[in-house]
Structures are given as C-alpha cells and as structure tokens.
C-alpha cells in the first residue's frame, strides 16, 4: 500500500475531512434545539455542517418524542413557539439511524441511558451526555475507545 493511501482507497487528506461520530443523548439534543443553550453551539455547528456523523437509533427517536411532551418541555417549546415537529425534524434530518447496538462490556445504572452507550461502544463513537449516571462511567467507557464529552471545536 501507497504511503498516505487509506485502506478504503482515499488519502489521508480524506480521512481528516472524515465526521467525527458521535452519540447524543437526548438531554443534549434538547440542549441543541430547544434550550438553544450558548454551550451547545458548537457541537449543533458540528452536526449542522456536516463535521459530525450523529449516530442514533429508533429507540432513542421514540425517547425524544416522549420527552418533547413532558409538561416542562412542552412550556418551552411553546415560548419559543417551537412545534416538537420541527425538533423531531431536526433528529431526522441530522441523525444517522442506526440499528440497535449489542450490549456493551458496562451497565449504566441507569437503564434508559444503556442504549446510549451501546450504541457508542458499538460505533467507537464520542458520547454526549450530561448524565450523572453516565458522566461517572468515563475511565470505563474510554476503555472501550469512547470519549465522553469531547470538545468539539
């Protein structure tokens, strides 16, 4: 093999220009389109320019939906005059669905944040989260190649 020649055929040039994965838990995606939360910004610039390949699954599409209809979110999204429509068109236009992810080495204590970190072990992918019971898994999951919370520049 060529020297500078990637596996799949490109340059190396290529794969620096490859998106960085990454799996956002829904806490941050409504961190992104709903709270608009100054700190997010430029992790939304990431997926929203393409430098970030959001991996997902339908389960979690079905979390944000149920969460976008908690009385608390459902205020925002009304003083925002943001229809939950248009935040479930942001998860399906950004986000890669993926199918579900085997089970990884370490459980979250907390079960609905699992399918997260499944997904992320699966993929190599950085993960988002803001969890506790995900946040205290960090030396674990960077064992399985995840970064948790990763700067995004």
């Given at each position: ?7 799949n ?81 942001h ?6 669905l ?56």
């Amino acid at each position: 093999m060529e020297l500078g020649t990637a596996v799949n055929g490109g340059t190396g040039a290529d794969l620096a220009q490859a998106p960085v994965r990454r799996v956002l838990d829904t806490n941050i995606v409504l961190d992104l389109w709903v709270f608009d939360e100054p700190k997010a910004q430029p992790l939304r610039t990431s997926v929203e320019s393409g430098s970030t390949q959001w991996l997902a699954t339908a389960a979690m599409r079905e979390e944000l939906a149920r969460v976008l209809a908690y009385p608390q979110i459902a205020k925002r999204l009304t003083y925002r005059q943001l229809p939950a429509s248009t935040v479930l068109g942001h998860f399906d236009h950004w986000a890669q669905l993926q199918p579900d992810a085997p089970k990884a080495p370490y459980a979250c204590k907390d079960a609905d944040d699992q399918k997260f970190i499944d997904l992320a072990v699966q993929h190599t992918a950085a993960l988002h989260s803001k969890d506790a019971q995900v946040l205290c898994m960090k030396k674990r999951l960077e064992r399985c190649g995840v970064a948790l919370n990763p700067t995004v520049c």
